[in-house]
């Protein structure tokens, strides 16, 4: 199965700014999924990024709050933006492993908004 | 969408304990997988079983994909065990590819 290497890892961040969370795969994927885990919750997907298109977002999730970029098969960015306190979550990016292995997910990003 | 339903929400075990915990899905399933998510949030993919048993040493897992339902057993539990248990269900759709989450099983074991 693929292996997902996310940074950073856990970050602490001024509310107003911006944090970009970037996930790189090992081998080619055709779609990635970001997702979000509020405290104490499940997970949810924020949008699915396609290579060479515009990503497309779960309801409830806009582009102008989390722009995503995917320039190529192996890697992929999610941005959150003007954050507040709510953004406080752990993101997680996830590929699609093949026939038998499943969903993959990277370590997970730990954004705590002050 | 599909509901994902897991029971029950919380499990506290003694160290050495067997546990089954649950997981319904409303409609039919492409697959079905089983995550573990450690205190640093990591998920750990546990199984991926869209039918039928799998083992792996302490841990083993059953879908019956017919009656929309999978089981996973914790045999002997551990500390390590700890955290949350997660199931989650993968159908293709018309908008595209989607795993969809229950809201986890929250499992302590004491020593």
């Known amino acids: 199965s693929a292996v997902i290497s996310q940074k950073p890892s856990r970050d602490i961040c001024q509310r107003g700014t911006s944090l970009t969370i970037q996930c790189q795969v090992d081998?080619?994927?055709?779609?990635m999924f970001w997702y979000r885990q509020q405290p104490g919750q499940s997970l949810t997907l924020i949008a699915t990024a396609n290579q060479g298109s515009e990503a497309t977002y779960e309801s409830g999730f806009v582009i102008d709050k989390f722009p995503i970029s995917r320039p190529n098969l192996t890697f992929s960015t999610l941005t959150v933006s003007n954050m507040s306190p709510e953004d406080s979550s752990i993101y997680l990016c996830?590929?699609?492993?093949?026939?038998?292995?499943?969903?993959?997910f990277g370590s997970g990003t730990r954004l705590t908004v002050v | 969408g599909i509901q994902v339903e897991q029971s029950p929400p919380d499990l506290i075990l003694q160290e050495g304990a067997n546990s089954t915990l649950r997981c319904n899905f409303s409609?039919?399933?492409?697959?079905l997988q089983w995550f573990h998510q450690n205190p640093w949030g990591q998920l750990i993919n546990l199984f991926y079983i869209p039918s039928g048993t799998k083992q792996n040493g302490r841990l083993s897992a059953t879908t019956v994909a017919t009656e929309r339902y999978s089981l996973l057993y914790i045999s002997s539990s551990q500390t390590t065990d700890s955290g949350v248990y997660f199931c989650?269900?993968?159908?293709?759709?018309?908008?595209?590819?989607?795993?969809?989450f229950g809201e986890g099983t929250q499992l302590t074991v004491n020593p």
């Open positions: 409609d039919s399933v492409n697959n």
């Open positions: 081998s080619q994927v055709t779609m």
């Open positions: 996830s590929v699609a492993g093949g026939l038998n292995y499943g969903y993959t």
């Open positions: 989650a269900a993968h159908r293709e759709e018309t908008s595209g590819s989607r795993l969809t």
